[in-house]
């Protein structure tokens, strides 16, 4: 079975400063997925950044990078330059295998608050 | 703008009431899926559809009841619900099994209070 754990239930950080929100996972699996979903006061899950177990380089999508340390099991998402728009709820979440049409397994989510 | 809807956005409903939600993707996916996300909770999975057959269901209550008529649209149906049900109930889309590693789109959610 997959668990994705995230430590931090809320974070604060000021504006434009960089920000590092905590994710471990654990899976017996030999190929797996690795997501960041930002969740605003709306509802809405907004897919972020990805990383395949397999890749050798760290995704970056824009401000957002995730720190992949696949021996440490630990899938760190590196906002950079935070903005006020940023705040929000963020979940890492995995899949059981290298391929989609699986569901996914999300962590219980950190608040984050930027601040002025 | 989403390619993914969801209608209605919001819902209360009786506990002998009977409802539907809907879902409707149009980024040309083959997998959708149903989420609940509950206060205080991580999202938790219900049910997963794959060119129209359900591939996975989390033990989900006979009280909901998926129907996945083409790819494109994923219906929950609800009947004799109980107050813990109230929720936000999320519809995802994705590519399918065998195409590879790709993310899931969410739709806007319906907010669900059972009374």
């Known amino acids: 079975a997959q668990k994705i754990t995230q430590t931090q239930p809320g974070m604060f950080v000021q504006e434009k400063e960089a920000v590092t929100l905590d994710c471990t996972y654990d899976?017996?699996?030999?190929?797996?997925?690795l997501f960041w979903y930002k969740q605003p006061s709306s509802g809405e899950m907004i897919f972020l950044i990805y990383?395949?177990?397999?890749?050798?380089q760290n995704a970056t999508e824009g401000r957002y990078s995730l720190n992949f340390q696949k021996a440490r099991k630990s899938a760190n998402l590196v906002i950079s330059a935070s903005q006020l728009g940023d705040s929000a709820m963020y979940f890492c979440?995995?899949?059981?295998?290298?391929?989609?049409?699986?569901?996914?397994?999300f962590g219980k989510g950190t608040s984050l608050l930027v601040t002025p | 703008e989403t390619g993914v809807t969801q209608t209605p956005r919001h819902l209360v409903m009786g506990m002998t009431n009977k409802k539907s939600l809907k879902c409707e993707q149009h980024?040309?996916?083959?997998?959708m899926y149903w989420y609940k996300q509950s206060a205080k909770k991580p999202l938790e999975l219900m049910f997963v559809?794959?060119?129209?057959?359900?591939?996975e269901n989390n033990s989900v209550p006979s009280r909901f009841s998926p129907e996945c008529p083409n790819s494109s649209h994923l219906f929950l149906h609800l009947h004799t619900l109980q107050p813990e049900d109230s929720a936000l109930y999320l519809c995802?889309?994705?590519?399918?099994?065998?195409?590879?590693?790709?993310?899931?789109?969410f739709g806007p959610g319906t907010r669900l209070t059972v009374t």
């Open positions: 995802a889309s994705s590519r399918a099994l065998g195409q590879g590693a790709h993310e899931q789109y």
């Open positions: 899976t017996s699996d030999p190929s797996y997925g």
């Open positions: 990383q395949g177990s397999y890749d050798q």
């Open positions: 979440a995995m899949s059981p295998s290298g391929d989609s049409g699986y569901a996914l397994n």
């Open positions: 980024l040309g996916h083959n997998a």
């Open positions: 559809y794959n060119f129209k057959e359900q591939t």
